[in-house]
Structures are given as C-alpha cells and as structure tokens.
C-alpha cells in the first residue's frame, strides 16, 4: 500500500486527466503524456496486479476480451494456438471468427489429456489453458502444460478468472501469461468492467501487447481502474467466504436426491480435484450442477431461487444462478440441465436453505 505523496490519503487518488503537462524542453519527464499510452490510476492498478501474480508487468484493459484480443492481435502471423475445448465462448468465438484475418492458427483439444495437448501443440505455438473451466470446473495441470509450451518453444497463457490471484498464482507454476476479467472477482462488487494481462518477463510480447492497447485503444478508464483497485483490498477475505459458502453449497447438492451431478473441484469426487489441491489454495466461489430431468425442470429450480438471482456473470458479493444453455445461445454444448452458480457472500445457511426450498 502507497500513502499518497502529495497530500497523504490513503486511499489511492482517482486521476481523471485525460493529458499531462510536458516540460519545456518537450518530453514527458513525469511518465505521462495522453490517456490512450497511460495514467496514474491505471499504473496503481497494474503495479499492484503485477504484486499478487508475481509477474514482472501486468497491463489492464477495457474488458477480459479486450485483454485476450489485445494479446492474440500481438502474436505474429502465422503463429498457432491450442485452445481448450471449453474455452470461455468469447475467445473462441474470436478464433472461429478472427484468427483467419489475423493470421493466427488453431486447433481445439482437451487440455486434461495430457498426451492430446503434447500431440497437437506445434513448435513456437502458444498454449491457452482456462482452470478452472466454465461452465465444468475442470482444472488442468497449470505446470505440466506449461513444461510442454516450453519444451516446444513456445509459451502458456492461463485464463485465471474463476481462480482470481488470491487462490491461484499460474506464473509461479511456471506460466508466461495469466488473463483474468478483472470484472469478475478482483471488481468483486458487479459494477465495473476489465481485464488484466500479468506477464511473467518483461518480453517483446508485452512491448507488442502494450502497442496493440494504445492503437486500437483498449485501455482502461481511470474510474474503472480505480474501481478494481478498490476490489483488490479485500479479495483475499472475500475469497474465503465465497470459497466456504460453494462449499457448503457443494456439500448440500452432492446428497440430494434431484441433483444429477455437481461439478465443483473442491469435491473428493471431482476429476480435477487432485491437482486443485495441489495448485489452487482454495477452490473458489464457483460451480454447476445437473437438475435431474430436463430444461424445463432446471429453469423451474431457477425460477425459485429468491437469494441466488437469475443472471449471468459471478464473482460479485450477490449469489447468481444461471441456466447456462440459454445464456449460451445457439450451438451451445452445455447441457441442458445444468445450473451454473456463483455464490456470494451471504449466510451460508440461508443460500443451503434457498436451493432446498427451490428444489422441493
Ligand atoms: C467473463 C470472462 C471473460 C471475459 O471477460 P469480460 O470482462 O466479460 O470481457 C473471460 N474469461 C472468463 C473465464 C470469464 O469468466
């Protein structure tokens, strides 16, 4: 934590100055010249991102798309990327949609199949893992994949975004790149947008990065920046309870007779949850599960939730259900039983009791 030089506030000052006076002999001696190339509140934000991923650099965007767009844009052409297959729509969308016209290369494999990504990933090519996965929760090995990016001359982003910083450091297991949606936990109170890049070096692939940021102008804005800031000092308390309160949650509908499946890594029974003992220090705030019967009866539970709310997103202080198909449109492969939660920082009891009630 900084005290504020000038004038000793301790809560960081918001600088909405969209320009910055030169000196006389026309530089910007003081590090700041438009808002586009940066700005002091977002500098605060990316110095202490950078902190609690132990990455050399983190670099703050609009939104995690533009975090993820900025960086793909910066690979040079003709580079390829392996995808998971239960990449967070968004980015895959970009590569069905995108990556011809950028110049980029992919394919799609299951990143929990060691053996596939190491037959699929091609020399100087970049591993873009997610883990935890959405809609699944799946958690793949963060150090394994990136021994085999390495190993091939090439490097791993992680897409840490359900984890946050506070429960799953990828750069310490070895990752170059971690993307998170800062408008998701690290915001932490549903009502700011951003995404963060923290890079493990300071390498030619930030410079590109930083360059595609300022010319397509996919910077943060002072307020949102300051926002996340904001949501930084209490991440790691807020962690804890939504990490118990999933667990509860978890706990509840493992035994229930309606409940088909729970997917939540902190489970015994869950596929992942080996490695997320090993890898995460906690098993976060998210998970699904599968409403014995079909859509209709899932939506049916949906509708009468009163504490968890129908909408999607997560990582806010505010319990949220989701029917998943449905937010996922058309070509969806989420099944269309699941319910995907995010659990707030309500009473334990009162989200066990809610989900009771919705499913009697
Ligand atoms: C929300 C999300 C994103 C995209 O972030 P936006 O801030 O919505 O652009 C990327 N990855 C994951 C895992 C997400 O949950």
Same mark, same amino acid.
């Given at each position: ?97 995108? /990556? ?98 923290? /890079? ?22 002072? /307020? ?137």
């Amino acid at each position: 934590m900084h005290v504020d030089e000038e004038t000793g506030a301790i809560a960081p000052p918001l600088h909405l100055s969209t320009t910055f006076e030169r000196d006389s002999e026309g530089e910007a001696s003081r590090g700041y010249s438009y808002i586009r190339d940066g700005n002091p509140t977002q500098a605060r934000l990316e110095e202490a991102l950078a902190a609690i991923d132990s990455a050399a650099a983190a670099v703050v965007f609009g939104s995690g798309m533009a975090a993820g767009a900025s960086l793909l844009q910066s690979l040079p052409a003709g580079t390829h990327v392996l995808l998971p297959d239960d990449c967070y729509y968004g980015y895959r969308a970009l590569a069905d949609d995108y /990556f011809d016209r950028w110049g980029l290369m992919f394919d799609v494999v299951s990143m929990d199949d060691l053996s596939a990504v190491r037959a699929a990933v091609r020399h100087g090519g970049i591993i873009w893992a997610e883990s935890p996965s959405n809609p699944l929760l799946r958690v793949v090995d963060i150090r394994a994949l990136a021994e085999i990016a390495h190993e091939n001359g090439g490097r791993i982003v992680v897409d840490g975004t359900f984890a946050s910083p506070a429960l799953q450091r990828p750069i310490e297991l070895g990752a170059d790149v971690v993307l998170h949606s800062t408008t998701k936990y690290l915001g932490g109170h549903t009502d700011v947008q951003g995404g963060s890049l923290a /890079f493990r070096e300071r390498d030619e692939w930030l410079e590109a990065t930083l360059h595609a940021r300022k010319l397509i102008g996919a910077v943060a804005s002072p /307020f949102n920046s300051w926002l996340v800031l904001r949501g930084i000092r209490t991440l790691c308390a807020r962690m804890r309870v939504h990490s118990e309160n999933a667990a509860a949650v978890a706990a509840f509908l493992s035994a229930h007779p309606r409940v088909e499946a729970v997917y939540y890594p902190g489970l015994p029974s869950h596929p992942g949850h080996e490695i997320a003992r090993r890898q995460m220090s906690g098993f976060g705030g998210m998970l699904s599960f599968l409403v014995r019967g079909s859509r209709e009866d899932a939506l049916a539970v949906a509708s009468k939730t009163r504490i968890f709310m129908r909408a999607t997103s997560l990582g806010g202080v505010e319990s949220l259900i989701e029917h998943r198909q449905s937010s996922e449109g058309p070509g969806s492969r989420t099944a269309e039983n699941l319910l995907r939660l995010s659990a707030g920082l309500e009473h334990r009891e009162d989200l066990v009791e809610d989900l009771a009630e919705a499913l009697r």
